[in-house]
C-alpha cells in the first residue's frame, strides 16, 4: 500500500499558468520533502517542513512555494511556470533526526510538462 | 564546502563481477548516512543505512570517518543490480535528507 501518496502523477501545464501539486502520506511523520528531480540528475531539494516549521533552500526561486495545513497534507506551488521548471516533482517524508528510524519514504512523484 | 560527492557517474560490470559505488562526504558533525536506490520506473528507496551495519541484497557500506567517506559494495553484482544509487547524508542539525550526484550502475549479463 503506498504510503506516500502524490497527485497527479503527470501534469501538464501552460507557461506562466500557477499550479498545484500535491504530497499525502499516511505515515504520521513529522518531516516532510519537496524535491526537483530534472532528466538524468540527483534529486535537488527544494524545501521541507519539519511539523509546521518551513524551511527553504538558499536556491530554491521565489517562483516555487509550499503549504502543509496539517501533518498528512503537503502542497507545491509554482506561482509562474517556466521551460525550465519542467522536472519530476518527489515528496518524501521521514521521522526526525534522533527518532529510532529516519528512513525516507518516496512519493511517485509528479512529471511537470510546461508547454 | 558542504558537499557530498560520487566520482562515478556511470558503473558498468559483467554479472558476477564485484562492485564498489564511491561517496565520499564534506558535512560538519556527524549525519547519518543513506544508500538509496531507484531502479527503472519505481519510487525512491533505501538500500542501506550506516547505523544499522546491514547487509541488504548482498551491499555492504562501511562508514569510514576518517576518510568521510561510505562507499557501497558487493561482492559478486547480479543482473537486477542494476539501478541509480544515490548516497545521501541526513543533516540532523537541518533535519534535512540531501542526495549525492548519483551513480547508475549497469550490470551486463
Known amino acids: 500500500d503506498a504510503m506516500v501518496i502524490q497527485n497527479p502523477r503527470y501534469q501538464v501545464t501552460q507557461f506562466g499558468k500557477p499550479v498545484t501539486l500535491s504530497c499525502s502520506q499516511t505515515?504520521?511523520?513529522?518531516?516532510m520533502y519537496w524535491y526537483q528531480q530534472k532528466s538524468s540528475q540527483a534529486p535537488k531539494l527544494l524545501f521541507h517542513?519539519?511539523?509546521?516549521?518551513?524551511?527553504n533552500e538558499a536556491d530554491t526561486p521565489d517562483n516555487f512555494q509550499s503549504r502543509r495545513p496539517n501533518t498528512s497534507f503537503c502542497f507545491l506551488d509554482i506561482r509562474s511556470p517556466g521551460l525550465g521548471d519542467a522536472a519530476m516533482y518527489l515528496c518524501?517524508?521521514?521521522?526526525?533526526?534522533?527518532?529510532?528510524?529516519?528512513?525516507?519514504?518516496f512519493g511517485q512523484g509528479t512529471r511537470l510538462t510546461v508547454v | 564546502a558542504q558537499r557530498v560527492t560520487q566520482p562515478e557517474k556511470l558503473l558498468s560490470v559483467f554479472k558476477g563481477a564485484p562492485v564498489e559505488l564511491k561517496c565520499n562526504y564534506s558535512?560538519?558533525?556527524?549525519?547519518?548516512l543513506f544508500w538509496y536506490v531507484q531502479y527503472s520506473r519505481q519510487r525512491l528507496q533505501l538500500l542501506l543505512r550506516?547505523?544499522s551495519r546491514e547487509s541488504i541484497k548482498g551491499f555492504t557500506a562501511d562508514l569510514n570517518k576518517g576518510e568521510t567517506s561510505f562507499h557501497l559494495k558487493k561482492p559478486f553484482a547480479q543482473e537486477e543490480d542494476s539501478a541509480m544509487y544515490y548516497c545521501?547524508?541526513?543533516?540532523?542539525?537541518?533535519?534535512?535528507?540531501?542526495f549525492g550526484t548519483g551513480t547508475r550502475l549497469l550490470v551486463s549479463p
Open positions: 550506516h547505523i
Open positions: 517542513y519539519y511539523d509546521k516549521d518551513f524551511n
Open positions: 558535512y560538519s558533525g556527524s549525519p547519518e
Open positions: 518524501a517524508t521521514s521521522f526526525p533526526s534522533g527518532s529510532l528510524d529516519t528512513e525516507a519514504f
Open positions: 505515515l504520521n511523520h513529522n518531516v
Open positions: 545521501a547524508p541526513f543533516l540532523g542539525f537541518f533535519q534535512k535528507l540531501v
